[in-house]
């Protein structure tokens, strides 16, 4: 089975100032990682994804996230954060090369990053 | 593209009534469906996951007699609580992927709001 433990449970920053969000995970098996991002009374965006390859992964919306295996992280990364920014974000991981219906998400237990102007 | 829907956004309802909760990918062919369920400022926790034509999976500690799911086309799949009661209220957010290769997306609708009474 797989964990993910999402470090803060809240991080609090001002605008244009960079933020980290940190996301560890427990596996015995090759895992893919991915964060997701929430916002109020919404479902889950897709930020980004590691799936295999280079460890730096760049997704939408200006964030990337490193994939760690050494130390099992694959913390979430802005140089530059905006209001808009302000939501919940999940860290989730899955076993690698599952399909179809074993294809299954572990969630964090999210971060709710608040950015003030 | 990967529009996922899910009706009602939102329902209140007396205790021991039964609800239904539909789910809709829009443009693309959903093989498998997953049900999630988020309690206010926590994880989403995986209920069940289903595909077209086959019964769903549930997760271990999910009343599968509660949980009524069925997906049967591959474009919709329903979740019925029966006899709710208040401990049953909850965001419940679906999502959908096609393929069985060995990763394919989840894309998530954007959550119904239940509130039993």
């Known amino acids: 089975a797989q964990s993910v433990t999402q470090l803060d449970s809240q991080v609090p920053v001002f605008e244009e100032a960079p933020v980290e969000l940190r996301c560890n995970y427990s596996s015995s098996v090759s895992v893919y990682l991915f964060w997701y991002v929430q916002y109020p009374n919404q479902g889950l965006q897709l930020l980004l994804k590691y799936l295999s390859g280079s460890t730096l992964v760049k997704g939408i919306n200006g964030f990337e996230a490193e994939f760690n295996k050494s130390q099992t992280s694959f913390h979430l990364r802005k140089p530059s954060v905006h209001i808009s920014d302000t939501a919940e974000y999940f860290c989730a991981v899955s076993k690698s090369g599952s399909g179809g219906s074993n294809y299954k998400l572990t969630f964090g237990k999210g971060t709710l990053l608040t950015v003030n102007p | 593209g990967a529009v996922v829907s899910q009706h009602p956004s ?3 309802c007396k205790s021991g009534t039964s609800v239904k909760i539909e789910c809709r990918s829009l443009d693309f062919q959903a093989t498998t469906m997953f ?4 309690f206010p400022k926590q994880s989403l926790m995986l209920m069940a996951t289903s595909n077209e034509g086959s019964k769903a999976t549930y997760e271990q500690g999910v009343e599968k007699d509660k949980f009524l799911i069925n997906h049967a086309s591959l474009t919709l799949s329903t979740l019925t609580v029966t006899s709710a009661h208040p401990e049953d209220s909850s965001f ?8 069985r290769r060995s990763y394919n997306e989840q894309f998530f609708g954007p959550g119904t709001r239940l509130t039993v009474l």
Do not use: P
């Not at chain 2, 419940?92 to 393929?99: E, F, M, P, T």
């Open chain 2, 35 to 38: 049900w999630y369920r988020q």
């Open chain 2, 10 to 12: 939102r329902v209140i």
């Open chain 2, 92 to 99: 419940y957010i679906c999502s959908a992927s096609s393929g």
